[in-house]
T-cell receptor
Framework: DQQVKQNSPSLSVQEGRISILNCDYT??????FLWYKKYPAEGPTFLIS?????DKNEDGRFTVFLNKSAKHLSLHIVPSQPGDSAVYFC???????????FGAGTRLTVKP | NAGVTQTPKFQVLKTGQSMTLQCAQD?????MSWYRQDPGMGLRLIHY???????DQGEVPNGYNVSRSTTEDFPLRLLSAAPSQTSVYFC???????????????????FGPGTRLTVL
C-alpha cells in the first residue's frame, strides 16, 4: 500500500527552465511533507518541507506547493541548474507519528 | 564532524547467514532510524529509536532487530538473511525537539551513505 506516489520516474529539463516534480498521497492524516534530494552513492539530503497549515513554502530556487483537497504536492525549481540533476523523493508523515512514508522518487536531469 | 557513518558499504551474504549493519553519528542526535530502499518503492522505515534504550518498529520490521545502548550507535541486525532483504540500507539521525510525548524529527534528518546488501 504505497501511500505516497511519484508517478513520473524521470524528468528532463533544459538549464534555466523550470522543473516541476509532482507527488500524490492517499492518507488524509498526513500533515507534514518533505522533499529530499539524492545523488548516486550518497544518502538523501533534506531539501524543503511544508506543513499542512500552509499551501506554499519557498526557499531560494525551491518552492513546494500543497493542495490538500487534491492530496497533491509539487516541487518547483527555478531556474534549474545542471547540479540539480539527482533523484528527488517526496515524503509525508503524521505529526506525533514516526512512520515517514516516501515516494519512489523522480530522477531529474537538467541539460546544459 | 563525520555526521552519519555506515559500515560496511557493500556486503554479500548467503541465505541464512546473519550480520550486523553498523550506524554511528557524532551529532548527539536522539532520533535514529533505519530505512531500506528498493527499486520502485522509495525508502521504507524498518526500525527507529528516540533515544538510548528506546526502539520501535517502522513499516517493514520483520527479519530485523535493533538495539540502542548508546546515543551514538544504532546497529541493525539481520538474524537469518533472505534474498528478499537484498536492498540498499540507509541509517538516519536527527535532533528531537519533543518534550515528553515525542513530536517528530526536525526537517534536518541526516542520512548516511548507505550499505548495499545482496543476499544470494
Amino acid at each position: 500500500d504505497q501511500q505516497v506516489k511519484q508517478n513520473s520516474p524521470s524528468l528532463s529539463v533544459q538549464e534555466g527552465r523550470i522543473s516541476i516534480l509532482n507527488c500524490d498521497y492517499t492518507n488524509s492524516m498526513f500533515d507534514y511533507f518533505l522533499w529530499y534530494k539524492k545523488y548516486p552513492a550518497e544518502g538523501p539530503t533534506f531539501l524543503i518541507s511544508i506543513s499542512s497549515i500552509k499551501d506554499k513554502n519557498e526557499d531560494g530556487r525551491f518552492t513546494v506547493f500543497l493542495n490538500k483537497s487534491a492530496k497533491h504536492l509539487s516541487l518547483h525549481i527555478v531556474p534549474s541548474q545542471p547540479g540539480d540533476s539527482a533523484v528527488y523523493f517526496c515524503a509525508a508523515k503524521v505529526y506525533n507519528n514516526n512512520d515517514m512514508r516516501f515516494g519512489a522518487g523522480t530522477r531529474l536531469t537538467v541539460k546544459p | 564532524n563525520a555526521g552519519v557513518t555506515q559500515t560496511p558499504k557493500f556486503q554479500v551474504l548467503k541465505t541464512g547467514q546473519s550480520m550486523t549493519l553498523q550506524c554511528a553519528q557524532d551529532m548527539n542526535h536522539e532520533y535514529m532510524s533505519w530505512y531500506r530502499q528498493d527499486p520502485g518503492m522509495g525508502l521504507r522505515l524498518i526500525h527507529y529509536s528516540v533515544g538510548a534504550g528506546i526502539t520501535d518498529q517502522g513499516e517493514v520490521p520483520n527479519g530485523y532487530n535493533v538495539s540502542r545502548s548508546t546515543t551514538e550507535d544504532f546497529p541493525l541486525r539481520l538474524l537469518s538473511a533472505a534474498p528478499s532483504q537484498t536492498s540498499v540500507y540507509f541509517c538516519a539521525s536527527s535532533s528531537n525537539p519533543g518534550q515528553g510525548a515525542f513530536s517528530y524529527p526536525t526537517d534536518t534528518q541526516y542520512f548516511g551513505p548507505g550499505t548495499r546488501l545482496t543476499v544470494l
